[in-house]
């Protein structure tokens, strides 16, 4: 191709990049000089020895054009204020081949340069507008069908591309998840939403690539790989050779990846249409075929840099900066137009500014549609719930010839049994959401032949085999990498994350990603989810701070989750029940907190007393989501509000309380921690004379701050009241780790300072 001589124009110093790269393309068509051929027919290749035919290759240029001619309009009109994102696809419209050489059934998860794949696989079904919708989706109209403007996704429910935000690597354990998923729902019955044969599409940078949580996607998908088990995944790395500022060594992804024994390379310049065609599709193929990831490293650049607000002739020299440009894809592929005689110049430089004028009129037009102004409407799609909805489903019980079956007859049966503890109950009410649900997994750490660390899983996996309960590798990210991917595909994943502390690893997997995506997709898609995580302060025997974590903040501001919390056998049961509808109905991602101190308890008061066991609730019962549980609801002279552990604590400190003061009191055992039902809290506190908040958490950030902020709030904030909390400390071994959490006689001591403060 012609580029861009030296010594450097004048014109090539200037600072606009969008405008200058707009300008090279118009004079690098007006002075072509090259040998004209024959114009192919469409389905002869476009030029000799190319894979890519006549009518592909103008389909392809075409989505190329839109992509650029988005670029260029986001650009200038959002000096404007009429755009309102300006990470282009500028260098990266190569990846157009790999939406033209996969199927719109296909998932996709793809990073934010996918103008011109996006628009390519617009042309997979008949009557969508490429162009329009991107320009809603540019102005943040609500009427944007990707994410119905609440934000610039590349995304689209008919064309199975799940809408993705400014994600560094973070969308390919759920790429991963969502191939392995494919694979897996035939095993266990379940219809796919898409073909059997669909393969997952992950793009991602270079700079990506090195991501920590790229790097657990890679190392999963070859773990997979190497025991032949079956991911078709097409992981596309798009190397441009930069991440903003920072220069990738030259090499260094060919290096890094094409030695892989589990992970298939394969590399294709996505920089020419021609010759890059076949690579791709080459790669494509494979994956379809063998199942088994595939690594496609897509040669690209980045022109126009790295966003609107990124001026890189700041810090790049106009040298580079020509030099780079000079390898604009959109100059091959004007190239490849004007010799295979498909195009004349002026031809091709009128489809060119028709397409401008096309880009330009619908940003026109999207800028007059309607935004996004109430904040009702702007949170709708972040946590839906239907009450009555949920509330039939998690009641449903048409499972009962399945119940005998598993449990192994009538008497059997866990609601027949004597009381149970809460380890056991937590145990009978997963073998009863497995006979409820056929497309129920549960996977993680030591789940399966082992029944979990605690025996909590004992039994699920001789009852429901490998096909739905396993193992997993030891990575939480992959975890719920896994969870999104099943979820993706209709079923009801329960991950299971063996410690709270080993949750911070991966949280951003449910903040970032699972509990986003129905906002970011206006509620057209969902990671409906059900992740148990084991818990909390108060082990004996097995101390220290990653197996008596007691901090929550990370899932306290977790937009859009649900956090249960039992204490109790029959009220874990319940809540199970309820959750596991939540997310079949309304496709929510919840959390169940599962104390780990209270898993075998029996006793409340005393040694041998047994008032810690409960009978197992019958399969047609269920708890409203928030419902609290109040002890001695008449009581008024001192109300504590607790969870977990601080249950049995106050209950206990209550006996002492009452005995001491004379003092009549009402335990309220919250039970759901996000959010907080604060009209519940309210209503409690409002009959309170004296009130407690028994926070087994940190001082800060801690759920007694939300208790406490709720009553205030609700005008019960000049009552006597306090906080029994724990300390702002990582939680040490043996005995020392009783003197940092809240302990009965702490409960009682602030009773008495209520007492003096009066």
């Known amino acids: 191709m012609n580029a861009i001589p030296n010594p450097i124009p004048a014109r090539h110093r200037g600072l606009n990049r969008a405008e200058i790269c707009d300008q090279n393309f118009i004079e690098h068509v007006r002075e072509w000089n090259g040998n004209v051929r024959a114009a192919p027919l469409p389905d002869q290749p476009v030029l000799p020895g190319s894979g890519c035919s006549a009518a592909a ?60 794949f996006m628009a390519e696989r617009f042309r997979k079904l008949p009557g969508m507008d490429p162009v329009m919708d991107s320009a809603l989706s540019f102005a943040a109209s609500k009427e944007d069908p990707a994410s119905g403007g609440r934000h ?98 030259g090499g260094w992804i060919e290096r890094n990846f094409s030695e892989r024994r589990d992970l298939d390379y394969f590399y294709a310049d996505g920089l020419d249409l021609a010759t890059g065609y076949a690579d791709v599709e080459r790669a494509a193929e494979h994956c379809r075929r063998t199942r088994r990831p595939t690594f496609l490293h897509l040669r ?40 295979s005689g498909l195009f004349s110049k002026e031809t091709l430089l009128a489809h060119y500014e028709a397409i401008r004028a096309r880009c330009f009129a619908a940003a026109e037009e999207a800028d007059r549609r309607p935004k996004l102004e109430a904040l009702d409407e702007i949170m709708r799609p972040l946590a839906p719930y239907t009450p009555d909805s949920v509330a039939r489903e998690a009641t449903r019980s048409d499972y009962a ?84 991917g099943y979820a993706n595909m209709g079923m009801l994943p329960i991950p299971e994350i063996q410690y709270l502390a080993y949750f911070h690893n991966a949280c951003d997997q449910i903040r970032g990603e699972a509990a986003s995506l129905q906002f970011f997709s206006n509620n057209q898609y969902a990671n409906p989810m059900v992740v148990r995580i084991a818990g909390l302060g108060y082990q004996k025997g097995f101390g220290g701070h990653f197996h008596n974590d007691n901090s929550m903040t990370a899932l306290r501001d977790i937009p859009g989750l649900v956090v249960g919390c039992p204490s109790r056998g029959d009220d874990a049961a319940l809540m199970l029940r309820t959750l596991a509808a939540l997310a079949r109905v309304d496709g929510r991602v919840s959390v169940f907190l599962e104390p780990i101190a209270l898993y075998m308890t ?111 709030e609700s005008g019960s904030g000049s009552k006597p009241l306090q906080r029994v909390v724990g300390a702002d400390t990582y939680t040490p071994l043996a005995g020392a780790a009783l003197a940092v959490l809240p302990a009965d006689a702490d409960i009682v001591a602030a009773a008495a300072n209520l007492e003096r403060a009066r």
């Open 401 to 484: 010839q399945r119940r005998l079956e598993v449990f192994g007859g009538e008497a059997k049966l866990p609601e027949n049994q004597p009381p149970k503890h809460l380890a056991i109950q937590i145990n009978q009410a997963l073998h009863d959401l497995f006979c409820k649900y056929p497309q129920a997994l549960l996977f993680g750490e030591d789940v399966a032949q082992k029944g979990g660390v605690y025996t909590v899983t004992k039994g699920l996996h001789k009852a429901f085999r490998n096909k739905r309960v396993f193992n997993t590798l030891l990575d939480e990210t992959i975890i719920l990498g896994l969870a999104q």
């Open 152 to 249: 610039k996704v590349w995304g689209s429910k008919p064309l199975w591309v799940l809408p993705q935000t400014s994600t560094i690597a973070s969308h390919l354990p759920k790429a991963l998840g969502t191939a392995l998923a494919i694979e897996q729902a035939p095993r266990i019955g379940h219809e796919l939403p898409v073909p059997a044969d669909s393969i997952a599409i992950c793009s991602f940078g270079d700079a990506s690539s090195n991501h920590a949580t790229a790097q657990t996607a890679f190392n999963a998908a070859a773990w997979t790989a190497y025991q032949k088990l079956p991911a078709p995944v097409l992981f596309v790395c798009e190397d441009n050779g930069i991440g903003i500022s920072v220069k990738t060594p």
């Open 57 to 116: 290759f103008f389909d392809l240029f075409e989505s190329q054009l839109i992509s650029r001619h988005l670029d260029l309009m986001a650009r200038v009109l959002r000096v404007k204020n009429k755009v309102f994102y300006t990470i282009g696809s500028s260098g990266h419209e190569g990846n157009a081949l790999v939406a033209r050489l996969t199927r719109h059934t296909d998932p996709a998860f793809l990073h934010y340069r996918s103008g011109a």
């Open 300 to 339: 690209t650049t980045r022109i126009m840099g790295h966003a609107g607000t990124d001026f890189e002739i700041e810090w790049r020299s106009i040298e580079e900066l020509v030099q780079v440009e000079s390898g604009d894809p959109l100059l091959r592929s004007a190239s490849i137009a004007l010799e």
């Open 602 to 712: 029996k006793d409340l008061f005393d040694a041998g007393d047994n008032q810690w066991l409960f009978p197992y609730p019958a399969p047609d019962q269920a708890m409203v989501l928030g419902e609290g549980r109040v002890y001695e609801p008449q009581a008024d002279d001192l109300v504590i509000f607790t969870y977990g552990n601080g249950v049995p604590m106050s209950l206990r400190a209550a006996r002492s309380i009452e005995a001491r003061h004379g003092w009549k009191v009402r335990v309220v055992d919250l039970r759901w921690l996000v959010p907080l039902n604060e009209a519940f809290i309210a209503e409690q506190a409002r009959s309170a004379k004296r009130i407690l908040v028994v926070d087994e958490g940190r001082h800060s950030a801690g759920v007694g701050e939300g208790i406490i902020t709720a009553i205030v």
